[in-house]
DNA sequence: CCAGAATGGATAGTCAAGCTCTCCGTTATG
DNA sequence: CATAACGGAGAGCTTGACTATCCATTCTGG
């Protein structure tokens, strides 16, 4: 197919695909003659990986390029996962050290009792942990922190389900892609899950409640 | 105090600060004369709080400024909390009408089965969570959606444990407060511990599974 | 076969968000 | 009283993500 179809059928505006083969997002079509290209199937999926990674994940386009190039790249299966970690969760607002110590603290706790292993912080997964919880602190909120651990067990729960999700799947590309994609959407899913969730206990226990005046 | 002291206390520059004042996210300092102001430790609470929503929650100002409206206003716990989750969940990536009614359906059942209250689609939950099930399936990940009821089930826990973070509290204030902080930071929070978990099941399942090449 | 539409490629322009910088007249302070 | 800080307002800057315009080539329908 040509540029015309590729953009209708992945629904991304002809000038943003040409913009995305000049960013090295999309890879360029196979060439027909010096100055023609034939695009592939992959590229509408590879299309409607990107809009999925930028409007329901949130990435930015380079952390798209990193993942895409993480998934295209010949690394094990588990360190491409990793990569995908580290984009979505994107740099770490700085919190002050005293905070950031006690937070991590905390985390350490849970991370043996769950017996998960401890990363150095460094890792942006870790690093936006620490502020996270850090910052609740800062607002006073403690008792946030103080049911971490039951977070972290039901984290645990989630995580394996998650794996339930890429369990089966047979090829590596496969493992890799549904990996990806659970990742990025299945933190989505669960948040707004979560709130429908929220919304109802909400309204069990202050559903009445009195306005403030 | 002043200037100096208020943006020394928060970590937000003076520049920073005179900005946010223009916008209205900051309410003005009482004057003390026709061109000066003092500020309150409640302005050093309040930038502390607008830094968490936009660092750690990641919301774009204009959703913060109608956030600390809500915070500020006069309407139930219950009522302000719904606002916070529509401004966290933001406006939903549109996906074709299919999907989209396809998703639908699946979310009803899972909402019917957790005794959870159906909102009609035109709510920013409502609709981001579609968008996010409507897109899985573009890709082909339907293992995703199958799974649902399980991550429901979850969800469902998770928001237990929120509760137990804001009950307990006696002015409706800082039970809004919390539930606001509770609501932004938990989502990160919660993502985060996923995150670690994912990486030791990850470790477990696949770790020294082979490279594609 | 040829007129007109489409293609690929490159450059420049646009738009919103979120600051940041510079002035300026006023006010506090050692 | 000299000088530093303040508040307020406006313009300017940077990044991200497109979008628009050209242009020389290539495809396509009559």
Redesign the interface.
């Known amino acids: 197919m040509r540029m015309a179809e590729l953009s209708a059928q992945s629904g991304v505006p002809v000038a943003t695909v040409k913009y995305y083969l000049r960013e090295g997002l999309l890879p360029p079509g196979e060439r027909t003659s010096p100055n023609q290209a034939r695009y592939s199937p992959a590229h509408v ?1 590879r299309l ?2 990107i ?2 990674l930028t ?2 994940g ?1 990435l930015p386009l380079a952390s798209v390029g990193v993942v895409l190039n993480a998934i295209d790249g ?5 360190r491409t ?2 990569v995908v ?1 580290e984009e ?2 994107g740099p770490a ?1 700085k919190v ?1 050290a005293e905070a950031a110590e006690c937070a991590s603290g905390l985390l350490e706790d ?2 043996r009792e ?4 401890w ?1 150095e912080p460094g890792g942006a ?2 690093d ?2 620490v ?3 850090a ?2 602190r ?2 006073g ?1 403690d ?2 922190t103080e ?2 651990g ?3 067990r ?14 089966g799947l047979t090829s ?2 496969k ?1 890799i ?3 990806v ?3 990025v ?19 069990e ?9």
């Open positions: 999926q409607r990986l809009k999925a409007d329901v949130g010949d690394e094990t299966p588990h996962m990793g970690q979505l969760a607002p002050s849970v991370v769950n017996g998960w292993k990363h997964v870790m936006n942990l502020a996270a919880l910052t609740a800062e607002l909120q008792k946030l049911r971490l039951e977070y972290a039901l984290a645990s729960r989630v995580a394996e389900v998650d794996v339930g999700v890429v369990a590596v590309d493992i892609e549904a990996g994609v659970a990742t959407l299945g933190d989505r899913i669960f948040a707004g899950l979560r709130h429908l969730a929220q919304e109802q206990v909400s309204r226990v202050l559903g009445g409640a009195s306005p403030k005046r």
